[in-house]
């Protein structure tokens, strides 16, 4: 077994919310309770599912983001220089049996962009102060997911009139990012982003395109910057990236194989591992792994977040054996496909569920790697 992340038995980060914490966030938004009270509410849930997830068996464990009510947003507002925006931004999400608009805020760059704060610095040190067997692991959305949602048009030209003085600041915000989490001792951090998924979509590229951009060379451009963001990474810290097609109670925004961005991806981004989304047809074969190169984890996201049913283990380990034909079997790992709430909303499975999914995960990692 790895003793380093990505576990060979891992998952993405954000976990259900319970139903007393959903409680008391409906509380504080109404104004019943005061954000101390909140705070001891987030506390007493992240204790409970750090427990949980030791208890299953992970070597790996998140608060579950129950901090926050986005994956990226909560984050992101709080970079120096962006703020919320009033205009909302249309997202077509869809499952099998219906189509979702989800439609957040926007963003803005009004200023230079820089870190004024250590952005989930006291959630982290709490986190770190919960574990007892795993290792804390701080999840935070890829500096593109500041880029992709709104594009130029999001970046006010009288702060940015040459885009490269936005890339560089944005690169430099998260690198002290980086370098202050790890002072805090962080050895696992993981940069989620939906960007370099979602370029495999000929409809999202295409939209991409419509706004001005340049989309069959964008996804060089994220990659720069995510090596620009860890160029100066602490010694020790293992770092990994997530890539889905959107996760919305239960929905999907993008379709498409790794194909489009898989050799730049694999041969060029410098993290340790790739969380992938390998759970069903949208996220085509194998075959774009022969580009990940030696010393690369790849963690294959098998096990759907999207619906309760659980998967059969042996057709797990089918599925790996057919994925160690194109990269090693001894760079491999397994994990959900995603979070189970990437938004506070959470998907359609219940928590029982989503434990039996992670027990599943970590039993069967076993008895693969051993």
């Known amino acids: 077994m790895r003793t380093t992340p990505p576990f060979r038995a891992d998952h993405v980060g954000s976990l259900l919310r319970p139903e007393a914490l959903l409680a008391a966030r409906d509380d504080f938004a109404a104004g019943r309770i005061d954000a101390a009270a909140l705070k001891e509410a987030e506390d007493a849930a992240i204790r409970e599912v750090v427990r949980a997830q030791e208890e299953v068996g992970l070597r790996s464990a998140t608060d579950g983001e ?42 803005r760059v009004t200023g230079k962009v820089a870190l004024d704060q250590t952005i989930f610095g006291d959630a982290f040190t709490f986190l770190g102060e919960q574990v007892t067997t795993a290792t804390p692991k701080l999840t935070i959305p890829s500096p593109n997911m500041v880029h992709y949602r709104g594009g130029r048009a999001s970046i006010d030209p009288a702060v940015y009139p040459d885009i490269e003085e936005f890339w560089t600041d944005l690169s430099a915000a998260y690198a002290e990012q980086v370098r202050r989490i790890g002072e805090l001792g962080c050895t696992y951090l993981q940069f989620d982003d939906t960007s370099l998924a979602y370029l495999n979509d000929p409809s999202q ?32 810290m293992s770092v990994t990236t997530h890539m889905c097609r959107g996760n919305f109670r239960s929905s999907w925004a993008a379709s498409g194989s790794y194909d489009f961005v898989a050799e730049a991806l694999f041969g060029e981004l410098g993290v340790d591992g790739f969380f992938l989304e390998f759970d069903d047809e ?6 774009p792994l022969r580009f990940v190169p030696p010393g690369k984890m790849v963690v294959l996201g098998l096990v759907t977040t999207k619906r309760g049913e ?18 090693d079997l001894d760079q491999l790992c397994l994990s959900p496909q995603c979070g189970f709430s990437s938004t506070v909303e959470g998907n359609a499975l219940t928590r029982e569920e989503q434990l039996a999914k992670l027990r599943l995960i970590v039993e069967t990692a076993e008895e693969v790697w051993g």
């Not at 869809?94 to 926007?106: D, R």
């Not at 991409?208 to 990659?223: F, K, M, P, Q, T």
């Not at 949208?282 to 075959?287: A, D, H, I, T, V």
């Open 66 to 107: 129950f901090r926050r009510n986005s994956w990226h947003m909560d984050f992101i507002y709080q970079l120096g220089g962006i703020e919320k925006s009033e205009e909302r931004i249309s997202v077509r999400f869809e499952n099998e049996n219906e189509t979702l608009e989800f439609a957040p805020s926007g963003l």
């Open 205 to 236: 590229r295409a939209e991409v395109e419509a706004r001005g951009e340049d989309a069959e060379h964008l996804h060089l451009r994220y990659i720069r910057q995510i090596n620009a963001a860890l160029a100066g990474r602490p010694e020790g």
């Open 282 to 287: 949208r996220s085509g074969g194998f075959e």
């Open 310 to 327: 659980l998967e059969s283990k042996d057709r797990l380990k089918r599925r790996i054996e057919e994925a160690s034909k194109f990269v």
